[in-house]
């Protein structure tokens, strides 16, 4: 079974440049998390999909993030315009439907590392 | 609140040694506990869960972690271990009684374990 798959892997840009990243969760997970995790941290969610829809995105700052997951399977996760903070290690990961009262495990993709310059 | 602590930055130990990862957590309700590993410029790999049942849990690559609820802790361990063990781990924890947007995985900072030959 394949995976959670990212591309780019690695990724270079100036400030004030546009970014996106993609996922493609494991097939059949209709949960799909993006995570952002700097060195030596653990990571941070920036948004959870329950199938195609946003369920928390409490943490994605709206001003410069965006999310979709139109068909609720791929997802793609766009910065515009980065800034040098944004430099970091952006995961995704996915997790099957749960019964009531069972919890999800998550499982993660490589990750994507952005520079920005 | 929830919340989780790895009160270990590093932890050094000698291939063939037993190695121990501490993890403490505080939540409202019952947990889910969890632990992922990460090796170098990789993704998050799940080792272990902890839900219901027996205290002791075992998971992939031989590892284990015993739940104390008294004590609040989930460490993590392995009676004899390899180099290729050396990594960076990480505990997470859920409240069982959590919805909407409290129904997110709360990280730990993660402790890096250097397994000497």
């Known amino acids: 079974e394949a995976g959670v798959v990212q591309s780019p892997r690695y990724k270079i840009i100036e400030k004030k440049q546009p970014v996106a990243f993609w996922c493609n969760p494991i097939?059949?997970?209709?949960?799909l998390y993006w995570y952002r995790q700097n060195l030596g941290q653990g990571p941070e969610l920036l948004i959870r999909y329950e199938n195609e829809e946003a369920v928390d995105d409490s943490q994605l700052p709206k001003d410069r993030f965006s999310a979709e997951r139109l068909k609720g399977v791929d997802s793609t996760l766009k910065i515009q315009p980065a800034e040098l903070g944004d430099s970091a290690v952006y995961l995704c990961?996915?997790?099957?439907?749960?019964?009531?009262?069972?919890?999800?495990?998550?499982?993660f993709g490589p990750g994507t590392r952005l520079t920005v310059l | 609140a929830q919340s989780v602590a790895q009160p270990e930055d590093q932890v050094n130990v000698a291939e063939g040694n037993p190695l121990t990862v501490k993890c403490t957590y505080s939540v409202s309700g019952n947990p889910y506990l969890f632990w992922y590993v990460q090796y170098p410029n990789r993704g998050l790999q799940f080792l272990l869960k902890y839900i219901t049942g027996d205290n002791l849990v075992k998971g992939s690559y031989g590892f284990e972690a015993e739940f104390n609820k008294s004590q609040t802790s989930f460490h993590l361990k392995k009676p004899s271990a390899l180099v290729s063990d050396s990594a960076l781990y990480f505990c997470?924890?859920?409240?069982?009684?959590?919805?909407?947007?409290?129904?997110?995985?709360?990280w730990g900072l993660g402790t890096s374990l250097a397994v000497n030959p």
């Open positions: 097939s059949g997970h209709n949960t």
């Open positions: 990961a996915s997790s099957p439907p749960t019964l009531a009262g069972v919890t999800d495990t998550q499982y």
């Open positions: 997470a924890v859920r409240d069982s009684n959590a919805d909407g947007n409290n129904r997110k995985l709360i």
